[in-house]
Nanobody, 120 residues
Framework: EVQLVESGGGSVQVGGSLKLSCAAS???????MGWFRQAPGKEREWVVT????????AYADSVKGRFAISQDNAKNTVYLQMNNLNPDDTATYYC???????????????WGRGTQVTVS
């Protein structure tokens, strides 16, 4: 089993940046890690996937060019660098591992408890 703990959320002004971290412990994620977000009253939204074997990435169109995922294998941590933030990015951000993504919806996997990002 994989345990995930997010950190780095906070409040930022429009156009600002934040860097989220997701530390994994327990078992090592076998297939992927990624980030999702959920704004109040909205469904959970896929943000980015990192395939742990190849290191390849895929981003949602809404964040492409502004967000970047990276990993530090030595620390078993993935990061989400978020730049040029706007109010639509306000949400609770969740880290996930070993999930199945179908039509941008996640199934299964391991999930953190989330970290709040507020852009105003």
């Amino acid at each position: 089993e994989v345990q995930l703990v997010e950190s780095g959320g906070g409040s930022v002004q429009v156009g600002g940046s934040l860097k989220l971290s997701c530390a994994a412990s327990g078992d090592t994620p076998k297939t992927n890690m990624g980030w999702f977000r959920q704004a109040p009253g909205k469904e959970r939204e896929w943000v980015v996937t990192l395939r742990t074997g190849s290191g390849s990435t895929a981003y949602a169109d809404s964040v492409k060019g502004r967000f970047a995922i990276s990993q530090d294998n030595a620390k078993n941590t993935v990061y989400l660098q978020m730049n040029n933030l706007n109010p639509d990015d306000t949400a609770t951000y969740y880290c996930a591992a070993d999930f199945l993504l179908l039509r941008d919806r996640a199934f299964g996997g391991y999930w953190g408890r989330g970290t709040q990002v507020t852009v105003s």
